[in-house]
């Protein structure tokens, strides 16, 4: 495994959704043979649908996929993780890296479920990862070599933007800013487009404002030198009409929303670990 090229290595997807779809086209336009890559789903729909339009392999049954691959991304919902992954320990004939990107199951789990019979590495994606623009944040456990983990990368980046967390709890604050936090651009699209309306524009026109501001915003981020506060404040004239609105968001005291907002998504991370991970290794 450690001699393993990327562009050789076998890619299996269990559970065929739409960020599952999203990985495995992504790693076939960055130039990964489709013929390498496989996966199974329940539904007959999805795997003609893979089969046509990406050209992969796809199978009913998740021991056929399992069974032969060097890096295998379960893909399911993490209510149904525990039996997927029981029935899965048995399949695995070599320790393959296993990439998990269902939110809520922690890698103890994992580990216990597949009988620590692979090398685990948990990802915690976004909804932008199905356009190719996703920010995704990776935690490998210590079984995981350096090798697995560029395999990790490699695989995880065909979708957009990757980074890694030193410790496996960073991933309820990944959760709380990127793994959530499209909802929160897509609300503050929504309020922007119907103060808009009310300011009198059609709501369609108000609603184009809005989403190519942020789109706008967001590249200039990207791509400049300067801060976020930098950024802000050479928007911001004095006793100009920008100024007038910051003064209002910070008047009704909008970070400290956001910080309640997302310590409660945070918090709500690591119940759903508890819930759905580890009353279940007990």
Known sequence: MSTLKFEQAKIGFIGAGNMARSIAGGLINSGINAQNIAASDPDAKRREDLQNTLGIRAEQDNAAVAGDCDILVIAVKPQVMASVCQALSS??????????????????????????????????????????EGASALFATAEVSAAQCKLAEQTIRAVGSVCWVEH?????????????????????????TEAGVKLGLEKQTAADLAIQTAFGAAKLARESDLD?????????????????????????????????????CAARSRELCLELGAKSTL
Request: glycine share 4%; aromatic share 6%.
């Open 91 to 132: 399949a695995l004939n070599r320790s393959p890296l296993v990439i998990s990107i269902a939110a809520g199951i922690d890698c103890r789990s994992l580990n216990t479920w597949l009988d620590h019979r692979a090398a685990v590495v948990r990802c915690m994606p976004n909804t932008p990862a199905l356009i190719g």
């Open 168 to 192: 496996e709890s960073q991933l309820d604050a990944v959760t709380a800013v990127s793994g959530s936090g499209p909802a929160y651009f897509f609300l503050v699209l929504e309020a922007m």
């Open 228 to 264: 976020l506060a930098q950024l802000r404040r050479a928007v911001t004239s004095p006793k100009g009409t920008t100024e007038s609105a910051i003064a209002s968001f910070e008047k009704h005291q909008i970070r400290h929303i956001f910080m309640e907002a997302m310590q409660d």
